[in-house]
C-alpha cells in the first residue's frame, strides 16, 4: 500500500443572497485567510492560487502554512484565519473548546489507506502494541485512527502509552527508539517507513471514515456568504486541473509537500478525491460523515475530550446550494 490521509443557511442570509454569489460584484477585496497543513487533499487549493483562479472568482485569498491539524486548529480558535482544513476531530474540538463556530464548506477527501499506525518493524499487527508507546498529536484524526486501529484487536487507548508530540518530530522520536509506534501521514509516514518501520493499521481499512473538510468561521459566513461558494468553486477547479492536466497540477502540489511528484502520486493513490456530485450522498441524514461524526464522539466522550454531543447539521453550510452541480459552482 501506498506510504502515505442541508439545510439553508441560517446565519441571516437568504437563499436569493446565495443564489446570487457567481455573479455577484464584490465591493471589498477584503483578503481570506485560510490555514492548510501538509496533506495532499487540499494541496488543490495551491493549484487554485498559483493559477489564478481565486482571482477569476473576485477574492483575494492568502493560504496560511502551519505545520499541522493542530496549528491549524488553534489558529482557527484564535480568528487569525477565516477558515481552514479540518479533519472532524478538529471540528468537534473547535465547537467544544472555543467561541468559534465551524461551518463545512465541502468535504474534499476521505483518506483510503493514507493514514498510518506505524510500528517497529517486529511488530505484527496493533495487538503488539499493548503497553508500548505510541506518538500521537493531540487534538487530531491520530486519537481516531488509533482507537479504530486498537478497536480491532479489542483494545482500547488505555491499553497504550500515549505520547503527544507534533507529527513533524515523530521521524526522529521513531529513528531514536522514544517510541515503538506512530499514528501520522506523509510526508512523515514516509520517513518512518524508510527508517524501518511497519503498517499495522491503515484508513483503508475503515473506508469513508476518515474524511478532511474546508471549514469557515460561523462570523464569516453570515459577514461573507457568497464568497464561501467562490472560494469552494476555485478548489475544484483546480480539482480539475488536476484531471485535465496532471502533470501540471501535481508539479504544483509536490513542491508544496517537499516532495518529488512520483510520491506525490503515490500518496494520493491512499486518498479519494470527493466530487462535487457527492457531496448530496455523503452529507445526507444517516449519511458516511453524519455515522462517522457519532462514532468519532463516542470515542472522544470515553476519552473525556468532549463536553457536548453535536449533530452533523450544526456544522453544515447549504448542503444542496454547495452541491449542486447546476448551480454556482458550476
Sequence with gaps: MPSLRRRAISLGLGGSLLLTAAGCNRSSREPIKFATNPWPGYDPLYVARDKGYFDEVGLDVTL???????????????????????????????????????????????SNGADVLVGEPGMASPADLRERRVAIEPGTLHIQLLALALASVKLSVRDVILVPMPQN????????????????????????????????????????????????????????????????????KAVGLMASHPDEAHAIMARRENMSVDELRQTMSGIHFVSRTEQPALLAPGGPVERSLDELQGAMMALAQLRQVRNLKDFLIAREFLAGEGGVLT
Excluded: W
Excluded at 476531530?89 to 474534499?108: F, K, N, Y
Excluded at 483503508?204 to 460561523?218: H, I, K, Y
Design 64 to 110: 496560511v502554512d502551519l505545520t499541522s491539524l493542530g496549528a491549524s486548529r488553534r489558529a482557527f480558535e484564535r480568528g487569525q484565519v477565516d477558515g481552514c482544513g479540518a479533519t472532524l476531530v478538529e471540528i468537534l474540538l473547535t465547537a467544544d473548546q472555543s467561541g468559534t463556530r465551524p461551518q463545512i464548506a465541502a468535504v474534499v477527501d476521505y
Design 169 to 236: 518530530a515523530m521521524p526522529g522520536a521513531f529513528a531514536e527508539g522514544l517510541v515503538s509506534a506512530a499514528v501520522c501521514f506523509p510526508p512523515e509516514s514516509n520517513r518512518i517507513l524508510e527508517a524501518g518501520g511497519k503498517v499495522l493499521f491503515h484508513s483503508g481499512q475503515v473506508p469513508g471514515q476518515v474524511v478532511d473538510t474546508l471549514v469557515f468561521d460561523s462570523a464569516f459566513v453570515s459577514r461573507r456568504g457568497p464568497d464561501v461558494p467562490a472560494f469552494v468553486a476555485a478548489y475544484y
